[in-house]
């Protein structure tokens, strides 16, 4: 879907980006990290070309984006920031709406459009559609940016930093409409961050970064078990792997078969909470539901802890 062959970016004789290679798979979300100054916004930017690099190629779908003007390169590529970047003087759909009115859709498309996704994104468009954003929570701007980003169909859709700004639990609610979003419509989604347990809970692969060096990029799993060398050992955490790897799979994957006694958990939660649950309540094992009720197996405390070391 997206290929970086050798990307650079210099400014003078400062090197932000130093020949990065990735290949980025179709309906994936693919994750950024890095320290700050580590290149990774850069390297976002110049996959829809608000930074042109220095040196490489970006391959969107097989074609080099030089092949056609920045402006409309960006029409077809979503791009969702940190603080949402909303027009304050224009109502929310009018600002999710800016992309298809560049692109000449008509009316009537581009109103169906705008209820959609402020239905999907949980904003009732009765309510919410004629409102200005300094009548919105931040929790709201960010859906509606991240809408505006959507709303021309875009295959791609770059986010630097989108969740930055959110308190702890907004933060959470955002990061699972964001999956639920990227299953939905299968967009393909390249995230920047600097939070390595946002990056492992969203990312399909993560691209860990140093001094505008691509140091690993792999699956989490991955980067857990064998990292490339003694930073991304640090990015990813010394302390708590075992942890982070549970926190990777959820209990419906790998629950045993038939129900136990004790407490019950939902079948999409991860091993990680799972095993804190047990913890609490002094529970030797669980029952693993779906979100309709049915039953899904059992967990034990021994079984959760057989995934929480590297397969070897």
Known sequence: MITLEGISKQYDSVTVVDSVSMQIERNSITVIVGTSGSGKSTLLRMINRLV?????????????????????????????????????????????????????????????????????????????AGAFPHQLSGGQQQRVGVARALAAEPQVLLMDEPFGALDPIIRAKAQEDLLAIQERYRTTIVLVTHDMDEAFRLGDKVAVMSQGRLLQYDRPAVLLAAPADPFVARMTGLSDRALKLLSLTAAGQVALPGAVDGPTVPAGASLREVLSELLWQAAPAATVVASDGQVCGHLTVQAIFAHGHPRR
């Not at 969107?60 to 304050?88: C, M």
């Not at 009115?101 to 009765?126: I, K, N, S």
Request: charged residues 25%; glycine residues 10%; aromatic residues 6%.
């Open 52 to 128: 042109e690099p220095s040196a490489g190629r970006v391959l969107l779908e097989g074609a080099d984006t030089r092949g056609e003007p920045a402006h409309l390169l960006r029409r077809r590529i979503g791009y969702a920031i940190q603080g949402h970047g909303l027009f304050p003087h224009r109502t929310v759909a009018e600002n999710i709406a800016t992309v298809p009115r560049l692109l000449g859709w008509d009316a009537e498309r581009t109103r169906a459009r705008v209820e959609e996704l402020l239905t999907v994104f949980q904003l009732d468009p009765a309510t919410y």
